[in-house]
């Protein structure tokens, strides 16, 4: 489609978990302006579908990940298994994993889905998103938003944006000068 960055924000990334999910339904906290993942006792590794195939999205296009999210919750694993076309099922080799900083503040995490071989001339259906390696009752993961990019100097402005202005006015962003940023 041309843009920059694919931004996925509270106000339309809700209908985009979809299918296979391991989790209580995911809700929006208006206090928060952020979707909200809890993990219940019924489940031991909980999990949901982020699906954006209907978008036809080139992984040549988006080969960064950026990830905004929120938790108390410390030293805990996520995990991605990205899905494309050619590879739509959860699979151990396309499975980054990142440690979550949980002091209740927004953080950033990038993605380089480029390493992997699945993510190279082929269509983005989206990723399955193990938010919590194991969690306890009760845990709580917010997201911010979720962010395909088109290089990694996108991917550091969008973590930029969304650690410093978020919150100064939801749902806007502000482009530095000289960048070139259009969203979707």
């Known amino acids: 489609n041309g843009n920059k960055v694919y931004f996925a924000s509270v106000d339309n990334a809700e209908k985009l978990f979809t299918g296979e999910s391991r989790t209580d339904n ?4 208006s206090k928060e302006d952020a979707l909200v993942f809890r ?14 195939s209907a978008d036809n999205l080139s992984t040549n296009d988006y080969p960064y ?6 938790t108390t919750t410390s030293g805990e694993n996520s995990q991605l298994f990205l899905l ?3 590879h739509p099922l959860a699979a151990i080799d396309a499975q980054p994993r990142y440690s979550l900083t949980g ?24 990723f399955r998103f193990d ?3 194991t969690g306890n009752v009760g845990d709580t993961l917010y997201i911010d938003s979720i962010a395909f990019c088109a290089d990694l100097n996108h991917a550091n402005y969008m973590k930029w944006e969304r650690e410093t202005l978020r919150g100064s006015a939801p749902a806007e962003f ?6 070139d940023l259009s969203f979707s």
């Open 39 to 52: 993990k219940n006792e019924k489940v031991s590794d909980p999990m949901v579908t982020f699906d954006v």
């Open 103 to 126: 002091d209740g503040k927004y953080h950033t995490v990038i993605i380089d889905a480029s390493e992997y071989e699945c993510w190279t001339n082929d269509t983005i259906k989206g």
């Open 84 to 86: 494309t076309s050619n």
């Open 174 to 179: 502000y482009a530095a000068p000289g960048m």
């Open 26 to 29: 995911v809700t929006y906290d």
């Open 65 to 70: 990940i950026a990830i905004t999210y929120k």
């Open 131 to 133: 938010y919590f390696g």
